[in-house]
C-alpha cells in the first residue's frame, strides 16, 4: 500500500508548527516564522544584504523588506546602507535581535532534542540521513514551490 506522501507532510508541517500565525513568544516579542527565519540567517551570514537573505530564503524582496522593516521597528535589526554601494543595505542583529535569535535557536534546539529522544539511535540516524537526502533532492528539483495545475 502507497503512503500518502502528502498527508505525511500536511501532518508534520503543522506538528513542527509552520501553519501557525507566530513561530515564537519570546522576550515579549511575537516572531512570525519568517521573520524567525531571518533572524537566524541574518545571524548565520557575515555582514549580509537584504538581497543575499532574501535570496536564501527564496522570498520575493518587496515581501521580504516589509518583514525586515518590521524587524528594525521592534529594534531585532538594524539596517546599515553598505559604504561601498548605497543602494545595497547591509543587515545585522542588535544586542537584542542577538539574544531573541539565541533563544529561538535555543527553543528549536530542545523541541527538536525531545522529539529525537522518542527514537532509538539508528532511528535518529537513519531520520536525519533522510533529511538530507531529501533537502539535496528537493535543491536538485526544478519545480521547487511551483503548482502544477493537470
Known amino acids: 500500500m502507497e503512503e500518502n506522501l502528502r498527508e505525511l507532510f500536511q501532518i508534520m508541517t503543522r506538528r513542527f508548527g509552520f ?21 537566524y540567517e541574518i545571524d548565520r551570514q557575515h555582514k549580509p544584504s537584504m538581497q543575499q537573505i532574501a535570496e ?60 529525537f529522544s522518542h527514537m532509538n539511535e539508528f532511528e535518529r540516524e537513519t531520520v536525519i540521513r533522510s533529511i538530507k537526502l531529501l533537502n539535496e533532492a528537493m535543491g536538485k528539483s526544478n519545480m521547487c514551490c511551483a503548482l502544477i495545475l493537470g
Open 56 to 115: 536564501i530564503l527564496g522570498t520575493d524582496i518587496t515581501t521580504f523588506s516589509r518583514q525586515v522593516q518590521s524587524l528594525v521597528k521592534m529594534n531585532l535589526v538594524k539596517k546599515t546602507p553598505d559604504p561601498d554601494d548605497r543602494r545595497v543595505h547591509i543587515l545585522s542583529l542588535t544586542t537584542e535581535g542577538k539574544y531573541i535569535a539565541t533563544v529561538i535557536h535555543e527553543q528549536m534546539n530542545a523541541y527538536l532534542k525531545e522529539v
Open 19 to 39: 501553519l501557525n500565525k507566530n513561530c515564537c513568544s519570546t522576550g515579549g516579542y511575537e516572531i512570525s516564522l519568517i521573520q524567525s527565519h531571518i533572524l
